[in-house]
């Protein structure tokens, strides 16, 4: 290819035999393609390395087999099985306090001394004799029963039972009168029951007659209405038959198209005059029948209207002699049998007024008696508080209390200076004869491989002198509760209330495929394991996370025993410099 010269502007050209060379710019083009080859040649060296760093960087193991001990980890408190606590009786102050919590002490011991202080039990005895001599100086001045009220009732009752008897007696005199008012009210009532019914029957036919629906309406004045409705309605579709045929004869067409098309005729005018002929015969039978029935509804209407007016005057007049009759206007609204019962009433209550009152004075004479012995009682009460309080002044000693049992202090409640109080657990001693025991919750179904009498591993026992051996298996208490409960008894230097961390052994087994625990995942589709698939490239070899299905068999601390399309020496993933997913492509960590 030829080489084409680049012309300059005149004044850009220096010198007469400065001319443009070609193999300058050959050799620039040629320079350029060096530094291009030898970029693209280290980038695709070191590509391989460049992605690896972009990598997670895997922690892988191989698979082994062998044989492998399931454990069960759990932790509780150890509680002894037996222990007491030290009180004091009534309120003292606490001097001094002699041991601490662990230390070992004999039965006989001086465990605390107190003292008297500032006794709240003097304080309460002295405010407790106070009360008791208010209460003893309040029941001498109890006044005497009064009986002014019960006497005021019985001289009531007594004016009641006059008043009724009066009222009965005068009743009595007017015993025919009230008879004949007593007959005169059920006629009344009778009347209006009838009137009442009556006016619902003309009622319901008025609203049938507005309405032109009879279906409700009382049958015995419907019938007549009913059949006129009838015979309307027939005519009113007799007229609209008629006026059909007689507009189609005037369209030209017959009333039934199939018929029109079958035999299509045309319509003569003494036909269409014939149809028209009784078609307004038609109507005019319809107009009468509608006629008559509009007439006898109008009539009837205004007949039982009439009859309503009537009958809603006659209820009126009949209601104002029953509610005369039974507001008491008729011989003061009693009749003699009620006076009667009235005056046997207040009697009663005249009766039970006097019994209650002579009941009263009895229960209070009685009552008299009681409060003479409370109050010699009150006075005992009395007397005894005051020695108790002589008692508690004389108290100024210091006391020792000492240990009841031998054991070891397992907690100290309390300090110098304090005041104790009643029941108050100041030290806990734990009888050590008796034994430690710790109880572990865990699930029911991870007993079955767990036998008594196994020595369980303290994981955290620092002194290296303490056992645990399973002596029970027992129910949860907790309702619905499907764990259960194992007990251990625990020997060696060790104090309740620590904590140890226990390694059951469940059994042991030879399993083909063992991973370590920290290489098996869980999701929501299972258990599975992360292996390393390599894959051959130009570069070299690639690895990739591949996930494998297991199922977990047995576990130790550390373990796994697995099961599935993993076989022995393969390479599981157990770290990794960040998350990985099955597909990842990965890098080892020795590369």
């Known amino acids: 290819m030829a080489d084409t010269k680049e012309i300059k502007d005149p004044k850009d050209i220096k010198g007469d035999k400065e001319d443009y060379d070609p193999r ?8 350029i393609l060096i530094i291009f080859l030898a970029a693209l040649l280290l980038l695709t060296f070191f590509s391989n390395t460049i992605m690896n760093k972009s990598l997670s960087q895997i922690t892988t193991e191989r698979t082994t087999s062998g044989k492998l001990t399931e454990r069960l980890r759990g932790s509780g408190l150890v509680l002894s099985n ?74 009531n009752a007594r004016e009641d039972l006059s008043e009724a008897i009066r009222k009965r007696d005068e009743a009595a005199e007017n015993q025919g009168n009230i008879q004949a008012e007593k007959d005169s009210y059920k006629e009344n009532k009778a009347k209006l029951n009838s009137l009442t019914k009556f006016q619902t029957k003309l009622s319901a036919i008025i609203s049938a007659i507005d309405s032109d629906e009879y279906m409700g309406a009382p049958v015995e004045y419907t019938g007549e209405l009913i059949d006129l409705k009838s015979a309307a309605e027939d005519a009113e579709k007799l007229y609209q038959e008629k006026l059909g045929v007689y507009t189609a004869m005037l369209s ?24 028209k002929t009784e078609a307004e015969l038609a109507e005019t039978a319809r107009n009468d029948a509608l006629t008559a029935y509009d007439t006898r509804k109008s009539k009837l209407r205004n007949e ?20 005369e009759y ?11 049998e009620v006076l009667e019962e009235d005056v046997k ?22 009552q008299d008696k009681l409060d003479n012995l409370s109050l010699e009682a009150m006075k005992k009460d009395v007397e005894k508080a005051k020695k108790k309080v002589e008692e508690l ?57 767990i036998k008594k009498g196994v020595e369980a591993e303290v994981i955290n026992n620092w002194s290296g002198n303490v056992q645990a051996v399973l002596t029970n298996i027992k129910n949860d208490s907790t309702p619905n509760s499907k764990n259960r409960i194992l007990v251990f008894t625990i020997t ?39 292996t390393v698939q390599s894959k051959s490239s130009p570069l070299g070899n690639r690895y990739y996370a591949q996930r494998i299905p297991v199922e977990v068999i047995s576990s130790d601390e550390v373990s796994s025993a697995v099961s599935g399309s993993i076989n022995y020496g393969d390479y599981v993933i157990v770290a990794a410099s960040k998350p990985v997913s099955p597909g990842d492509q990965v890098r080892m960590k020795d590369e």
């Open 82 to 155: 037996q222990s007491y606590g030290v009180t004091v009786d009534g309120n003292k102050v606490i001097d001094t306090i002699m041991v601490k919590s662990g230390q070992e002490v004999e039965k006989g011991d001086v465990l605390l001394t107190v003292g008297t202080g500032e006794s709240e039990e003097l304080n309460a005895a002295i405010e407790t004799l106070e009360t008791l001599e208010l209460e003893y100086n309040k029941a001498l001045l109890a006044p005497d029963a009064d009986y002014t009220s019960e006497n005021q009732a019985i001289k």
């Open 252 to 275: 030209g067409s017959s009333e039934d198209e199939e018929e029109a098309e079958a035999a299509p005729t045309a319509v003569s005018p003494e036909e269409i005059a014939n149809a």
């Open 326 to 336: 039974e507001s008491g206007m008729g011989s003061e609204g009693m009749t003699l």
């Open 393 to 449: 002044k004389k108290e100024n000693e210091t006391t020792e209390i000492t240990a009841k049992h031998s054991g070891i202090v397992s907690s100290v409640n309390a300090k110098a200076g304090d005041e104790t109080v009643p029941d108050m657990e100041i030290i806990t001693i734990d009888i050590s004869s008796e034994g430690y025991t710790v109880e572990i919750i865990v699930d029911g179904e991870k007993t079955r491989k």
């Open 304 to 323: 039982y209207s009439i009859q309503l007016t009537n009958a809603e005057n006659e209820i009126e007049y009949y209601t104002g002699l029953v509610e």
């Open 492 to 530: 060696g230097d060790v104090e309740s209330g620590t904590n140890l961390d226990l390694s059951i052994p469940c059994g042991s087994g030879n399993y083909d495929t063992i991973v370590p625990k920290s290489a098996v995942y869980t999701d929501n589709k299972g258990s599975f394991v992360l």
């Open 345 to 366: 009433a207040k009697q009663r209550t005249l009766e039970d007024l006097i019994a209650q009152l002579a009941k009263t004075q009895k229960d209070d004479a009685n």
């Open 24 to 31: 300058r710019k050959r050799e620039l083009i040629k320079t």
